[in-house]
């Protein structure tokens, strides 16, 4: 038996979430519902720390463990979480390292009282981190970065006059990407690294405050968005409810994740002032331009290529429709029995709606080709549907190098598209034609700013890869 | 805490598969895919029982218990579940029964060894059977349908020659929905009930076969659909692999379910020869020549509402697009906490992409309007992004009567149709217009065929209700 | 890997308890403490109906599982079983049956409400009668004695006036041991086969009855011993706590299980008027009267064989001691890992005192030898201790012949005494000398009552075996 | 509903075990049976982390959980744990940190690859070191000492030139009571503070070593006895299977905590080379010669007050024998619902036997009063029985002081004994006499040996308790 889990598929590795209740109400319900609004950034495990910041100083209360956050919150262990002051995260991790030990938020005792910390991304120098902080007798009790950052705040909280201070001082250290949301005993701090890999933004409802790695958790709680936070800024809000901002990190050319836009991020998030649903129409537009086709029929790959389809359906002039059925019901958890080699589990997760596509020439748009396998598969079954051509399309340039700031994009030798032309992987995915969205028009995904990482498409890494391609872990 | 069960969803109540392995291989993989298929028809219990037709005759292996497919399946369950003739059943129930003792398939011994029942459908005429057995001595453990039937066919089956001759003696004392798939130690046997209310078809791969509600079941298990079984008809398999097929138990005109095509079924589906995706394609296309309206955008309410929007969009040339984001990731399990009255968890399983609607004139199609209040939210969520007028369209005439075959359209006085007229509904849901499907056009959804039930809309039941308004239990 | 569960321990097959609250308030709990006190007579599945007599009729709620009484409920499960009238079971099965199918109480549906029974012992005639109740169309959905006697009860129902009068009609057909408890919307019953094999006692507290299959179970809810149920014996509670007494089915020479007070029941029980506690005490002096030996140390093997330990030493004049550790965090689900072997787990359950019986000549009393392999094990133990001498004796006689009236003596061909000699079976577990419990004077262990049943040592069946050598299931 | 957490009952602190197989087996197993043999040592969580010391450097397996170790550890769960070296745990703590992060072996990163720890014991400088260490900047992920130490082992690591002389270096600032047993890649530690607290031990089954808290582990494994860790000593076996010993930290005048032989260890065990059996013997002897009584019957309170009663049999020649039945189903995790004020739940953990008491002049011995209430609960259930006298005899001394090495004696105002006089307390439990073992005897217990520790009874300790009553946490 095998799960489910879909290498072909990319991961994000994170979302992260934080709330003040100023008016001092138990925030650990807005916490699970921001952080099943995050679902889809991380799927293996989940947490939840809280504390009463009118209550003693130092007491947290957490709940940490494998599964979604559904599964990990029952009535009973939310409301065992009393405090008006919160963070929550969800996680993806590499197989390895799947374990409850490497669950969020981190929870420590220092010098100062407690802090806890969610965070997203991964740094590049995490191991020399380590190393030097094992120099000095440091203790590690798992392998993600957040430890090795809360770890660098404790220390350099010795010498700063304020945990928001120390947090400053440890970023100086931190190389590589980082969305952070850190809770001391009585202040709640966001903060996020100077490239502005991975989103993080703020919101507020009435007396309450929010930190969210999108602002689609931000509706989800009923809050209206503020703003994002911005690259190499700290907020930091009081317990008096002030907020103060600090962008002294701050450097002159950030570098957003390109791909949050094209997969990661849900289309109903803002993110650095450009719409997700927007970037996707306007990835397809610029593909349906770029890759002109005679068809009859636009459809995307649920769920992630749908609005791409829908956005070159709008440049072509082609009809966009459905042509997949999704089951929602197959999770992470799915487990495959091994059974004849006729069943192979393949249509139970996406199967072809057949009326759709019968005797149509189909443009399929997707977001990424990575192996290849779930590209071919899909192809075959519109083919055996009846489709008479499978045009494919996809939102983005090709994968050619591995990214070290917070996804999984492989290494560069499982990349098809680092050892086969774009006509060899046409021919291996089976399809009549394939066109990929040129990188020159990345900009153009969010509306002309040219502050974006595409690393894993272009190789020109904002900051330079850790050697030995050890990447950190969130 | 209150669970995300939603009153105005309507639910189904079971789905059912049955597989014959005439080589001998085990079939508990495939009933997994197969009921994994079936989920959307019930995700309150399930069940699958083997039984080996070369070992000793009677002994069935089973396993049933609340949950999803894969929550109740694990790998050592289903390793443990060992035989090449099998079963299996999904189930949504009314609360009040939702308990383990009424999950399916019901294993029975009698007189002639063993018989393993999955049944979708509700009778009409149970309770008056139940007394009928009582008063001979029987006794019932469950409260389920499936039980008088299991009772009914082992009385028949001490005077008739065969379990399928039982299973027609007994049909004649049924009277109400019911499609059963029966696994005796060494035959399977689909039958529907002489009305067809509910669906079921017959599925073959080499020689392996297969009955299942629906045929993205099939799919599922890369089995090639064969036929669907007739309404009255009883198809047996035995052990070399012959199929016998008795008529005679049909009636002139059966009633198959029409809501089965605007909602119930998975658009990959085909039953009783119709393609469901094209009988809401065309459930979209009457609505817009019925109700033509003029607009920026048609949308469907996900997931039931998008093909028919794709058929309005067809018709009325209005383009199609995305309104709306699900998160797949809250289920049935998903408690809301209850917290300030300004975070209604409203937002957390449906968010508006407010980019895509903003300022436009938004044609929302959905399949039912059951309370109304859903409507309402959904609405409002719309309008509050921007919306300027929001016309509602729904794929099926209005609700006025409760049914008896097997699905949970409540009594006539929850129905909002019932108690309001079509103008007062459309301003109860703020919505700007407001169009049923009219429900003279309804054989349209079935080409033209006119043997469908729409008792739910017309009060014409095809089988005299039961007094009382006791519905059975599937 | 494989379990603790140990072939040479005898098992009970199940503990029954009743209860009925004239108050009107909630008896779960104390069914709960009930059952906790039977728990050693079954710690395979147990279960807790309950219903509420002054609420509609009929409506019963019920939990069952497999596990431990303090495994399967929760807070939440005893807090969702409300109601002044409730039964429960404790259950051991032969390892093919254990399933959750076979939990008690069954709760059953017939002509007059709901039954909610629960049972102990077997029937020797379950086959005829389910074979006789099949041939009239009944059907079955467990392997348990106590579905044929719910039917029975409830087929005499249609004649008789009452439910206790369909229950002893219904006695009129069983042949073997029941105790049992039944509980209709309005009265509660406890009944005993004629030969009283089984116990059954009745208690009281105030307003509230109770039944229990031993009188440990009363101590445990504080409540006050009244009397036996009496073989054959019918004891009807009402809504007006009116107690009847039907004792129309008693025969005259009733068959009490002998070994209830060598080993199956508590020793702080007090069945059919003689203490077991007073019983072992007896069974030790009689032993040390018929086999005397010169020693420095009588020690029992924990637990059964401490009481008969100290009879023997008083007997004896041989100091009583201590000798074993056992661990009771060991249980019944604790699993044995593979290891070398030289990690057998042998010394896991049982550790032996070095000091307390190194240099001394022991006297090592015991309630049975079954196969023999568990005495053999602890006799070397001892050995390698230091003991000089170990004298195995025996508070029983050989066992010789299979029971079939509700514990699981296996078959002869299992039974070490049936093929060996005592001489061969006191080399083959390597005693010094070895005495069993002469069978004659066994009426002594029950204050010289001889009504009691021997079969196990004698092969006196009082009812005769069914053929085949099949057993009953309760 | 509340909990059977009696706290009446001391609690010891914690259990160790370590294995080092040299000839590369799998030590998991080994690890689950020695736990499951200190299980009376801790209750509440358990873990166990092993590594492979043939394969890379520092990759450690671990699983720990809340719960008994048959309880977390599941046939998958051991099976997971591959490697030749392994160290495990069994924790009792106070309520306020029974969290899963305070659970043990802790597993740690530093310098030179990865520690696992497993510590019984309390420091008293626990506060200090924590606050000394976070001052340079250290975070805390639990609330255990065990971190502490492992912290300075890590640190000292940095100067010394090998793991068992950073441990030494640590031990010079650790005050308190510590038995560890600590894994690195490839050397095992046991490790003992120089008061000798808590046991440890040495074992040996061919190729393979153990330690262990008590003997009685090495029985379960089959290992033999070497022989105990010294106070202050440090045992390291490395993968040749050389032993080192270093002493150097050892003192002239070690503590060895007398009510280990009392009431914590188990009598099967062997500790600092006298038997605990033949401690509570002797206990028993004093007493029966200190506080003399005529009485028909000495009885232990079970378990712990057995082998103490036997002791005074002997000594007083009144004959031994059991008064009360124990049900061991009865867990930690039992439930006690709330009912009528008639059920208290007294009597479904301990019940008594009228027979062995009823008329007698009955000796009942104990090994400890600390609040009077469960004293008093069996006297009365004695009484009730029928016993017309109860003399009361506790095998050791008054609890006049609470204990900060490693047990949970509480605060004095919690002490019975700190505000009665004994013949207070008699009246209070409803005894006719009381006696206690007095003080100046203790040495007796430990064969004349007058190093221990009895600050509970004596007020003497041995290292100055924490300012503020500040108790670590093992």
Avoid at 52 to 74: H, I, W
Avoid at 107 to 136: C, D, F, S, W
Avoid at 180 to 185: N, R
Avoid at 287 to 297: F, N, R, S, T, Y
Wanted: glycine share 10%; with cysteine.
């Amino acid at each position: 038996m095998i799960s489910t889990y879909d290498p072909e598929e990319l991961h994000e590795e994170c979302g992260v979430f934080g709330v003040y209740d100023l008016d001092g109400a138990d925030v650990a319900p807005s916490v699970y519902y921001g952080l099943s609004a995050l679902q889809h950034r991380g799927q293996e495990s989940c947490g939840i720390a809280v504390s009463d910041t009118n209550g003693p100083k130092g007491v947290v209360k957490s709940v940490r463990d494998m599964g979604l956050v559904n599964e990990v919150f029952s009535k009973d262990r939310l409301d065992s979480l009393k405090g008006n002051i919160g963070v929550g995260h969800v996680r993806y991790s590499t197989a390895g390292a799947s374990v409850r030990e490497n669950t969020q938020p981190l929870v420590i005792n220092y010098i100062k009282g407690t802090l806890g910390l969610a965070h997203n991304g991964n740094l590049v120098n995490a191991p020399e981190l380590r190393q030097e902080l094992a120099m000095t007798g440091a203790i590690f009790q798992t392998t993600i970065d957040t430890e090795v950052i809360a770890y660098l705040v404790a220390r350099e909280r010795l010498n700063a006059p304020s945990v928001e201070g120390a947090v400053k001082n440890a970023m100086a250290k931190l190389k590589g990407a980082y969305s952070l949301v850190i809770m001391s005993p009585r202040k709640l701090i966001g903060a996020r690294d100077p490239w502005g890999f991975r989103p993080l933004c703020i919101g507020r409802r009435d007396n309450t405050f929010f930190f969210a790695s999108e602002s689609c958790a931000l509706d989800a709680v009923e809050a209206k968005f503020i703003r994002d936070v911005e690259p190499g800024e700290i907020v930091t809000i009081n317990r008096e409810g002030q907020i103060f901002s600090d962008r002294s990190m701050a450097i002159k050319k950030p570098a957003h994740c390109i791909f949050e836009y094209i997969y990661f991020a849900r289309p109903d998030s803002r993110i650095d002032q450009v719409s997700v649903y927007n970037s996707r129409i306007m990835a397809g537009k610029i593909l349906a331009e770029q890759h002109p086709v005679k068809a009859d029929l636009v459809t995307g790959v649920p769920d992630s290529g749908n609005v791409a389809a829908m956005g070159f359906a709008l440049g072509s002039g082609i009809p966009y429709g459905m042509a997949f059925v999704k089951n929602s019901y197959v999770g992470r958890t799915f487990i495959k029995p091994k059974q004849s080699a006729r069943e192979s589990g393949v249509r139970i997760k996406l199967n072809v709606l057949e009326d759709a596509v019968k005797g149509k020439r189909v443009v399929m748009v997707d977001d990424s080709i990575v192996r290849g396998t779930t590209s071919a598969r899909i192809v075959k079954m519109l083919k055996d549907a009846g489709a008479t051509e499978v045009h494919v399309r996809i939102s983005a340039p090709p994968f050619l190098y591995p990214c070290y700031f917070g996804t999984d994009v492989p290494s560069s030798d499982q990349l098809i598209a680092h050892n086969h032309s774009i006509e060899e992987i046409c021919r291996l995915i089976g399809a009549d034609s394939l066109g990929f969205l040129d990188g020159s028009r990345l900009a153009e995904l969010m509306d002309g700013n040219t502050n974006y990482c595409d690393a894993c498409f272009s190789g020109n890494y904002p900051v330079p890869p850790p050697e030995g391609d050890i990447r950190g872990e969130c």
